[in-house]
Structures are given as structure tokens and as C-alpha cells.
């Protein structure tokens, strides 16, 4: 079965820094891998995928990530953090086979300081 | 946005009662999802449908039902409401490549 490991529940940040959030996954063939952001009170919305090729996703917003299949890891990061980046985060992985349905992290809530 | 509604998007609901949320799409995608999310157990899948009449169980399915007689719609009942399923209720749909749209959500609270 496949699985999302988000470390941080939460992490404050502040504006212009740079922000690096975790997410560890578990599956056994080659991971699909996403990543979601969500304001409150919204639905969520997709930042950046990996299905193959170059390990270094770019995303919306200036996110990018970085799956690294030796640690299971597909990172998000982002050089300077803005006010509005504040929101929750997940990590999500799925396959192409079976359901076809993702499986979500617990996720990452940012705060940014001013 | 892609083009999905679920409603209602707020319902209060005593213990023991039936409650149906819809979700509507306009994107002709294939699969439709129900998630729930939770504190601290991020999104969790409650059923899913891969076409009409199509569907099938997720990791927390006990307690609901689903019906798909159209592409377009995707329900889910909770067959009698308890406290636990008090949540916050995502459809999602797919074409088939796993990258998912997400409604904005129903609030759901059951007293």
C-alpha cells in the first residue's frame, strides 16, 4: 500500500525566507507525485506533479520540488516565502494502476511572519 | 477552475439521519472521488468511481454509500449520520492520470 509522510505539522516562516517543506513517500514501483496547496476555507489546488523524467519539478506560484527516489523524498521548496504563500500543504502520491486515486499526507501548515 | 460543484456546501444534521451531498461536474472526466478531511489525517478516500455505475470503496468507506447513474454526478449518502462523520467533504474528479480537481468543499456537521 502507498504512503505520505508529512514531518512537520506546522512551520512559521518569515517573509523572503526560504521555505523547504518534507514529504516522505512509500510505494513500491515508481511513484506519481504531487503536491497541493490550500487556503482556508478553499478547495485545493495543484502546485506542481512528477511523473518522470527531470527530478526537478517546476511549479505555480515559484515552487518547485525534487523527488529523490534514494530517500523516497519529493520536497517542496521555494526561494522566498510572500505573505500570501501562508496556507496548508499536502503531498500526495498515486499510481496508474488499480484505483487511480491519490493518497494524501496529513500535511503542513506555513505561517509567515512579516 | 474546473468546472465541479458539490452542494450543499454547508449542512447541519441531527444523529441518525441520512444525509446525500452531490457533486457535479461539467469536464466529462472519467473518475470522481469522494474525500473527507480530518485535523490531522489530512485527505482521506471514501469512494471512488472509474465510470458510470462504477465505483468502489476507499480507505474509509464504512458508514457510506455512493451512486454514479451519470457521468456528470457523483453522490454520496451517509446512510445514517453520526459524530464522527462530521467533516469536511472534497469531491475531485480525474481524467485517468491521477492529477485531481477539487471542489471547494462541504462542511458537514452532525449534532
Known amino acids: 500500500a502507498q504512503s505520505v509522510t508529512q514531518p512537520d505539522i506546522h512551520i512559521t516562516v518569515s517573509e523572503g525566507a526560504s521555505l523547504e517543506l518534507r514529504c516522505n513517500y512509500s510505494?513500491?514501483?515508481?511513484?506519481?507525485l504531487f503536491w497541493y496547496v490550500q487556503s482556508p476555507g478553499q478547495g485545493l489546488q495543484l502546485l506542481l506533479k512528477?511523473?518522470?523524467?527531470?527530478?526537478l519539478v517546476q511549479g505555480i506560484k515559484g515552487f518547485e520540488a525534487e523527488f529523490k527516489r534514494s530517500q523516497s523524498s519529493f520536497n517542496l521548496r521555494k526561494p522566498s516565502v510572500h505573505w500570501s504563500d501562508a496556507a496548508e500543504y499536502f503531498c500526495?502520491?498515486?499510481?496508474?494502476?488499480?484505483?487511480?486515486?491519490?493518497?494524501f499526507g496529513s500535511g503542513t501548515r506555513l505561517q509567515v511572519q512579516p | 477552475d474546473a468546472g465541479i460543484t458539490q452542494s450543499p456546501r454547508h449542512k447541519v444534521t441531527e444523529t441518525g439521519t441520512p444525509v446525500t451531498l452531490r457533486c457535479h461536474q461539467t469536464?466529462?472526466?472519467?473518475?470522481m472521488y469522494w474525500y473527507r478531511q480530518d485535523p490531522g489525517h489530512g485527505l482521506r478516500l471514501i469512494h471512488y468511481?472509474?465510470?458510470?455505475?462504477?465505483?468502489d470503496k476507499g480507505e474509509v468507506s464504512d458508514g457510506y454509500s455512493v451512486s454514479r447513474s451519470k457521468t456528470e454526478d457523483f453522490l454520496l449518502t451517509l446512510e445514517s449520520a453520526t459524530s464522527s462523520q462530521t467533516s469536511v467533504y472534497f469531491c475531485?474528479?480525474?481524467?485517468?492520470?491521477?492529477?485531481?480537481?477539487f471542489g471547494q468543499g462541504t462542511r458537514l456537521t452532525v449534532v
Open positions: 510505494y513500491g514501483a515508481t511513484p506519481y
Open positions: 500526495a502520491v498515486g499510481a496508474l494502476t488499480g484505483r487511480r486515486a491519490l493518497t
Open positions: 475531485a474528479i480525474s481524467s485517468g492520470d491521477l492529477e485531481a480537481f
Open positions: 469536464e466529462n472526466h472519467r473518475y
Open positions: 512528477y511523473f518522470s523524467g527531470d527530478t
Open positions: 468511481s472509474y465510470g458510470v455505475k462504477d465505483t
